[in-house]
């Protein structure tokens, strides 16, 4: 290996470890195609990374590398002004403010995010936070926002859910076991894409017809041959 080579190979791997603590986790060919290198380069990288003590592990069920939560080596990244600036003004204008609960979790995370900030972007952002608001889901019952909160839940920690639908018509609830594969949002409502048991196929739910939706101990995953609606 030549000596021009070492520091590429290090600030590639530095930003596979980057890429890697955002935690929604990449496979051998999206982090060759991001970085332009083959697959057998990455390859090579990840073992490396795992020969230093980077924590590197294979998730077979999403296809896609991710650090182990019990790494050491866990630095969190350094995020520019307008990176910061950004991020802070999506999660203030993202529609899950009006889920219970996500508006206390939203506070906390733009908290941690600005804890090395210095005071000038602390004060930048917080001005920037008390001009963001979110409308459109003032109507929407709050039985269908515990059920968004329990399918964000589910899709997180990729278990089943058994929900029970109020379809037109029917004396009772229709009882099936779902898969959330994902879940659609806009200001005016939300829908819910999965394979329902019931069904045996997948379908679109609106979680204002979900009565009841309990997580239970299945664990799925998501067919490589399902193509996003959203």
């Given amino acids: 290996m030549t000596g021009a080579a070492v520091p590429g190979r290090q600030t590639r791997m530095l930003k596979i470890l980057s890429r890697l603590q955002a935690g929604g986790g990449l496979n051998a060919t999206q982090l060759a195609d991001q970085l332009e290198v083959c697959r057998r380069t990455i390859f090579r990288d990840l073992s490396l990374m795992r020969e230093a003590g980077v924590s590197v592990y294979y998730d077979g069920v999403t296809d896609c590398y991710r650090l182990s939560p019990n790494g050491d080596l866990m630095v969190a990244p350094t995020l520019e002004s307008h990176e910061l600036t950004t991020l802070v003004a999506a999660l203030h204008f993202s529609v899950l403010q009006v889920v219970p609960g996500c508006s206390e979790i939203l506070r906390q995370s733009t908290a941690k995010l600005l804890s090395q900030s210095s005071r000038?972007?602390?004060?930048?952002?917080?001005?920037?936070?008390?001009?963001?608001?979110?409308?459109?889901?003032?109507?929407?019952?709050?039985?269908?926002?515990?059920?968004?909160?329990?399918?964000?839940?589910?899709?997180?920690?990729?278990?089943?859910?058994?929900?029970?639908?109020?379809?037109?018509?029917?004396?009772?609830?229709?009882?099936?076991?779902?898969?959330?594969?994902?879940?659609?949002?806009?200001?005016?409502?939300?829908?819910v894409v999965g394979r329902s048991s019931h069904h045996r196929d997948v379908r679109t739910f609106d979680p204002r017809d979900i009565r009841e939706a309990e997580l239970t101990d299945e664990v799925y995953a998501i067919p490589r041959r399902f193509k996003s609606r959203s």
Avoid: F, N
């Avoid at 920690?157 to 076991?177: H, S």
């Fill in 120 to 191: 000038d972007m602390k004060h930048s952002v917080a001005r920037l936070v008390d001009s963001c608001s979110v409308r459109g889901l003032e109507d929407y019952p709050l039985q269908a926002t515990h059920v968004v909160h329990r399918v964000l839940q589910a899709i997180g920690l990729r278990r089943a859910l058994q929900i029970a639908v109020g379809e037109p018509g029917a004396a009772k609830p229709l009882r099936t076991r779902l898969c959330p594969y994902e879940i659609i949002a806009t200001p005016e409502s939300w829908e």
